[in-house]
């Protein structure tokens, strides 16, 4: 990952203005931040690990701003347990199928949760409520932080995947073109920027190389599973 500051340059010498003339640093910078949250946003690359504490009774818990979407595994540890019960997510309408129109009704350990509401404010609903204590360990992919205009952040590293700098810089060069109403400029640094995101999206949600299914140990719940 490289700093907002490196890629000002960089998107200069893209330009062939190495110095404020038709696009100003602030627009730069903008542009910049705008193409950190358009490339986590559909490529889904920026992944974080987090843990939500669960209370007995309690079924409904609010997640980080910065979510885009729940990932898969999650796992729910109860207070004093080292076991790990899989959680299976669905979707809100299947939800009124699963626990009817009282998701309070019953109680015991959490197998089923469903997304609810949009960033900056979703939260998890678990089912059935719990009736223990207890970590739900998930992954979720972020929204980064954007940094400021000013160039005071310019030292600060603007997040975007690493080794996937260029897709950024295509797509920041894009929108410079299209403020410039060169078509034929724009159209060659989109096409670029799609073309990576597809290599992104792909290399995102493979962290790592392995054949067949991620839950292929039918007992990965029960501890099995390393976070």
Not at 12 to 23: M, Q, T
Not at 94 to 123: E, K, L
Request: glycine residues 10%; aromatic residues 10%.
């Amino acid at each position: 990952m490289a700093t907002l500051g490196t890629y000002l340059i960089r998107l200069r010498e893209r330009l062939s203005e190495p110095d404020e003339g038709f696009w100003s640093n602030s627009f730069l910078r903008a542009t910049l931040n705008e193409a950190a949250r358009d490339t986590a946003r559909r490529s889904e690359a920026l992944t974080v690990d987090a843990t939500l504490t669960i209370v007995a009774g309690t079924e409904s818990y609010a997640l980080p701003t910065t979510v885009v979407k729940v990932l898969e595994p999650i796992t729910f540890t109860p207070t004093g347990s080292s076991y790990r019960y899989p959680i299976t997510p669905i979707e809100r309408h299947a939800a009124i199928t699963r626990w009817g129109m009282h998701q309070d009704i019953g109680s015991g350990t959490p197998d089923t949760c469903v997304a609810t509401g949009y960033a900056p404010s979703m939260s998890l609903l678990f089912y059935p409520s719990p009736s223990t204590g207890g970590t739900v360990n998930y992954r979720y992919a972020k929204f980064p932080t954007d940094l400021t205009v000013t160039g005071s952040n310019d030292s600060s590293t603007l997040d975007v995947p690493g080794g996937w700098d260029d897709v950024a810089l295509d797509y920041a060069e894009w929108k410079c073109w299209l403020k410039r109403r060169n078509r034929e400029m724009a159209a060659d640094a989109r096409d670029r920027y799609q073309q990576g995101l597809i290599g992104l999206t792909d290399a995102g949600n493979r962290q790592i190389q392995v054949p067949g299914s991620i839950f292929g140990h039918q007992d990965w719940g029960r501890g099995g599973w390393d976070w």
